[in-house]
């Protein structure tokens, strides 16, 4: 069981906005920044927001990431079809001492 | 720009040692930027960080896995390796080798460039 807390799906048509959520403690995003990754099928997750909201090059903007407290939010704006993937987010945590994954969001474009 | 690649057996016995290397090409190695860091995806557990070490030596790993696991660095051939001893069942995974860029702050730690992935299974 993670630390990190994410729903398990989220969905949405061509163009639409999803929004997944994740949820944590003092110890993890309330403390430190969040990171998010992205993993389509059958490859290796691909970092795609880091310290909370910044992009890596080549990221399209339409990928966002922001935080409140204890929660952090990833939000993709313009769905496309290829954003079809597992999304995890993931921050150091205080009290366990090691980075922390969350059990992952399967997003499907209808 | 920078690649990983991880090689070892993908076939280890139970009880036994896992261990994996990672290649990185491209890109600076011995330079002190970049924590060098495994980490591991089942589908029970999803993704564990296993842990990183540092080029000048310096490791850390996740609690759960610290008393079995060890990390070394190869400056000479562009290498970092990962030993986990006494496997069982529950150690068959997908390990991926990362690079994560240096920071003094462990809360703005993150993995930037990934490589594809090795399939280890433990078997009895």
């Known amino acids: 069981q993670s630390v990190l807390t994410q729903p398990p799906s989220a969905s949405g048509t061509p163009g639409q906005r999803v929004t997944i959520s994740c949820s944590g403690s003092n110890s993890n995003i309330g403390k430190y920044t969040v990171n998010w990754f992205q993993q389509l099928r059958g490859t290796a997750p691909k970092l795609l927001i880091y310290n909370s909201y910044r992009r890596p090059s080549g990221v399209p903007d339409r990928f966002s990431g922001s935080t409140s407290g204890t929660s952090a939010s990833l939000a993709i704006t313009g769905l496309q079809s290829e954003d079809e993937a597992d999304y995890y987010c993931?921050?150091?945590?205080?009290?366990?001492?090691?980075?922390?994954f969350g059990p992952g969001t399967v997003v499907t474009v209808l | 720009q920078v690649q990983l690649q991880e090689s070892g057996p993908g076939l280890v016995k139970s009880s036994q040692t896992l261990s994996l290397t990672c290649t990185v090409s491209g890109g600076s190695f011995g330079s002190g930027n970049n924590y060098w860091t495994w980490i591991r995806q089942t589908p029970g557990k999803g993704l564990e960080w296993i842990g990183y070490?540092?080029?000048?030596?310096?490791?850390s790993y996740n609690p759960s896995l610290t008393s079995r696991v060890s990390m070394s660095v190869d400056a000479s051939k562009r290498q970092f390796s990962l030993r986990l001893t006494s496997v069982t069942a529950a150690d068959t995974a997908v390990y991926y080798c990362?690079?994560?860029?240096?920071?003094?702050?462990?809360?703005?730690?993150?993995?930037?460039?990934w490589g594809k992935g090795t399939t280890v299974t433990v078997s009895s």
């Open positions: 070490i540092y080029y000048f030596g310096t490791t």
């Open positions: 990362a690079r994560a860029p240096y920071t003094d702050n462990p809360g703005e730690f993150y993995m930037d460039v």
């Open positions: 993931a921050a150091w945590d205080a009290n366990l001492n090691t980075y922390v």
